[in-house]
């Protein structure tokens, strides 16, 4: 594997921004991560306070006993529970075979920074993946995209899940999972690898009952000797630790939906539309209630807090009980888990994609009424990965692969296709439809005298003259198309491997598909490669 980096160009103008010009955004945010000094002034920063670490450490090694481990993942534990340490922490939903490639890259992300920043500051740094089993809309998450000859099919896990179940409460049915994997890997093609990757994740699915633990299985299994350690967002021990926190939240609900539509307004009026969908009754909780989880809202003239149905009325002193007896109900929405987030972990920084860069950047002052700080922000990796053919086929086509990134193959395909288009014939078609029109003119004209009734039939006379000369103008294109077939079959590949349905990579393609391809190794060499976190696109030439 070779590593290279491009110029392409992000989709999401504020998260460009922070990436390129942070100066303009950085009042939106705590820390610089432009400065060199960044991490050891967080570092700094997070010495002076108190975490309860044993508390999560035992939370999250009783979360991961039923995963795959190794001595790394047991010294990262160690590591953990030393007052001296911090943590590089990113998340993501439970995706079926770890969802879409961007997972993955966030993943790697997680574990190369916090490599990098343990041997710049010589202090024990350790990964921590956010899993968010307490997710609820698994419509995101039941599906992978697979590729076809000439596009992708959304390849749905066909089980029905009804109402908003927490991802880590949808329990799949075994056999169908199974099945369903097999008609996945169809897809992929028949490998030199596809056995012993189905048998991985037969594993994985003999192992676990959830959407959550069938993922974080998997993760464990390609990851564990990178030292990853996994928290689910939805575990009954993690709510137990949580308890205070959720009190502090709830008390303060008020304080922190006015800091972030503060925050937002002051977004909005640099020209950046607001990432956070909330209003001024926001309580930022969610409750979960016969498996359906019910996102709270604060109803100041009766003083209560209301789910959006109205099904569900709590005073604060009885959210406050409810809380005590029965923390495993309660859950953060997009707000309050950042908050959460801090207060739990000595985070050194958060990777983040370009939608989470955009939503944190709403946060700062909620964060400072409580009496806290947005951490560094470090944006995930962005990759694509090159193969040797997808390689060759750009430069036979003569395309820059920052081209392809930035805009597909359209373009490109579209002069070819006018270069091979034989004028002449075009010319002599294009005469005649004028010719048949100028004549049918006259003739309509003269039935028009003879008989009014015959108009019509004249009419569609021409229109089927006209048909029949466009079917045949189809038809010799499509043989001069044929003739052509090797190139527009490679303009095809290019995109579907770089710019799938005009998509970057990493939303569409699944890690498996290399993996049935290449191997386990394939992880391997991805985490031994030299990355920066720079902003910059990475091509990785495999």
Same mark, same amino acid.
């Given at each position: 594997?070779?590593?290279?980096?491009?110029?392409?160009?992000? %989709?999401?103008?504020?998260?460009?921004?922070?990436?390129?010009?942070?100066?303009?955004? @950085?009042?939106?945010?705590?820390?610089?991560?432009?400065?060199?000094?960044? !991490?050891?002034?967080?570092?700094?920063?997070?010495?002076?306070?108190?975490?309860?670490?044993? &508390?999560?450490?035992?939370?999250?090694?009783?979360?991961?006993? +039923?995963?795959?481990?190794?001595?790394?993942?047991?010294?990262?534990?160690?590591?953990?529970?030393?007052?001296?340490?911090?943590?590089?922490?990113?998340?993501?939903?439970?995706?079926?075979?770890?969802?879409? /490639?961007?997972?993955?890259?966030?993943?790697?992300?997680?574990?190369?920074?916090?490599?990098?920043?343990?041997?710049?500051?010589?202090?024990?740094?350790?990964?921590?993946? #956010?899993?968010?089993?307490?997710?609820?809309?698994?419509?995101?998450? *039941?599906?992978?995209?697979? =590729?076809?000859?000439?596009?992708?099919? +959304? +390849? *749905?896990? *066909?089980?029905?899940?009804?109402? +908003?179940?927490?991802?880590?409460?949808?329990? !799949?049915?075994?056999?169908?999972?199974?099945?369903?994997?097999?008609?996945?890997?169809?897809? $992929?093609?028949?490998?030199?690898?596809?056995?012993?990757?189905?048998?991985?994740?037969?594993?994985?699915?003999?192992?676990?009952? %959830?959407?959550?633990?069938?993922?974080?299985?998997?993760?464990?299994?390609?990851?564990?000797?990178?030292?990853?350690?996994?928290?689910?967002?939805?575990? =009954?021990?993690?709510?137990?630790?949580?308890?205070? !926190?959720?009190?502090?939240?709830?008390?303060?609900?008020?304080?922190?939906?006015?800091?972030?539509?503060?925050?937002?307004?002051?977004?909005?009026?640099?020209?950046?539309?607001?990432?956070?969908?909330?209003?001024?009754?926001?309580?930022?909780?969610?409750?979960?209630?016969?498996?359906?989880?019910?996102?709270?809202? $604060?109803?100041?003239?009766?003083?209560?807090?209301?789910?959006?149905?109205?099904?569900?009325?709590? %005073?604060?002193?009885?959210?406050?009980?409810?809380?005590?007896?029965?923390?495993?109900? $309660?859950? *953060?929405?997009?707000?309050?888990?950042?908050?959460?987030?801090?207060?739990?972990? =000595?985070?050194?920084?958060?990777?983040? &994609?370009?939608?989470?860069?955009?939503? #944190? &950047?709403?946060?700062?002052?909620? $964060?400072?009424?409580?009496?806290?700080?947005?951490?560094?922000?470090? =944006?995930?990796?962005?990759?694509?990965?090159?193969?040797?053919?997808?390689?060759?086929?750009?430069?036979?086509?003569?395309?820059?692969?920052?081209?392809?990134?930035?805009?597909?193959?359209?373009?490109?395909?579209?002069?070819?296709?006018?270069?091979?288009?034989?004028?002449?014939?075009?010319?002599?078609?294009?005469?005649?439809?004028?010719?048949?029109?100028?004549?049918?003119?006259?003739?309509?004209?003269?039935?028009?005298?003879?008989?009014?009734?015959?108009?019509? /039939?004249?009419?569609?006379?021409?229109?089927?003259?006209?048909?029949?000369?466009?079917?045949?103008?189809?038809?010799?294109?499509?043989?001069?198309?044929?003739?052509?077939?090797?190139? /527009?079959? @490679?303009?095809?590949?290019?995109?579907?491997?770089?710019?799938?349905?005009?998509?970057?990579?990493?939303?569409?393609?699944?890690?498996?598909?290399?993996?049935?391809?290449?191997?386990?190794?394939?992880?391997?060499?991805?985490?031994?490669?030299?990355?920066?976190?720079?902003?910059?696109?990475?091509?990785?030439?495999?």
């Amino acid at each position: 594997m070779e590593l290279e980096n491009a110029a392409v160009l992000a %989709t999401n103008r504020f998260a460009s921004l922070y990436i390129e010009d942070m100066e303009s955004v @950085k009042d939106f945010f705590q820390y610089n991560i432009k400065e060199e000094t960044v !991490f050891r002034q967080r570092y700094d920063d997070l010495m002076k306070r108190d975490f309860n670490r044993e &508390g999560m450490a035992e939370c999250i090694n009783h979360y991961m006993n +039923k995963f795959p481990t190794s001595a790394a993942v047991k010294r990262s534990l160690e590591s953990f529970r030393d007052s001296r340490s911090v943590a590089v922490i990113g998340g993501q939903q439970a995706g079926l075979l770890t969802g879409p /490639l961007y997972t993955i890259h966030k993943i790697i992300s997680i574990i190369k920074l916090a490599e990098q920043q343990e041997k710049a500051l010589g202090q024990p740094v350790v990964p921590i993946f #956010w899993v968010a089993g307490e997710d609820h809309d698994h419509l995101e998450i *039941n599906h992978i995209f697979a =590729p076809q000859k000439e596009n992708f099919k +959304k +390849k *749905n896990y *066909n089980e029905t899940f009804t109402g +908003k179940m927490m991802a880590s409460h949808i329990e !799949f049915d075994k056999n169908k999972m199974h099945t369903w994997i097999r008609q996945v890997f169809s897809y $992929f093609g028949d490998r030199a690898h596809t056995k012993e990757m189905l048998a991985v994740v037969d594993e994985a699915i003999t192992q676990t009952r %959830t959407f959550t633990e069938f993922f974080s299985y998997l993760v464990m299994y390609f990851f564990k000797d990178y030292g990853l350690l996994l928290i689910d967002s939805a575990d =009954p021990k993690l709510r137990q630790l949580e308890k205070p !926190f959720f009190s502090r939240l709830i008390h303060n609900r008020q304080v922190i939906t006015d800091s972030v539509l503060n925050q937002q307004e002051k977004k909005q009026g640099m020209g950046f539309s607001k990432a956070i969908e909330i209003d001024g009754y926001a309580a930022n909780l969610f409750y979960y209630h016969e498996n359906e989880r019910e996102l709270l809202e $604060f109803d100041p003239t009766e003083n209560i807090f209301v789910s959006k149905t109205n099904e569900l009325r709590f %005073t604060e002193e009885e959210l406050m009980e409810l809380l005590e007896s029965s923390p495993e109900r $309660f859950s *953060n929405n997009v707000v309050t888990r950042p908050l959460m987030q801090e207060w739990l972990f =000595p985070t050194l920084a958060f990777i983040a &994609g370009p939608g989470e860069i955009a939503y #944190w &950047g709403e946060l700062l002052p909620a $964060f400072q009424k409580m009496g806290s700080q947005v951490p560094p922000i470090v =944006p995930r990796l962005n990759i694509t990965l090159l193969d040797k053919t997808t390689d060759r086929d750009l430069d036979e086509l003569n395309l820059s692969i920052e081209a392809v990134l930035n805009r597909g193959t359209a373009e490109e395909k579209e002069r070819f296709l006018a270069s091979i288009k034989d004028e002449g014939f075009e010319s002599l078609i294009m005469e005649t439809k004028n010719e048949l029109d100028n004549r049918y003119k006259e003739i309509i004209a003269k039935v028009r005298e003879i008989d009014l009734g015959h108009v019509h /039939l004249a009419e569609s006379n021409l229109a089927v003259q006209i048909r029949q000369l466009e079917f045949l103008q189809r038809k010799v294109e499509d043989s001069i198309a044929k003739k052509h077939g090797s190139t /527009l079959e @490679k303009y095809h590949r290019v995109e579907q491997i770089l710019k799938p349905d005009g998509q970057p990579q990493e939303r569409i393609w699944n890690i498996f598909y290399y993996l049935n391809e290449y191997g386990m190794n394939f992880i391997d060499e991805l985490l031994n490669l030299p990355y920066e976190f720079d902003g910059r696109h990475q091509i990785i030439r495999i």
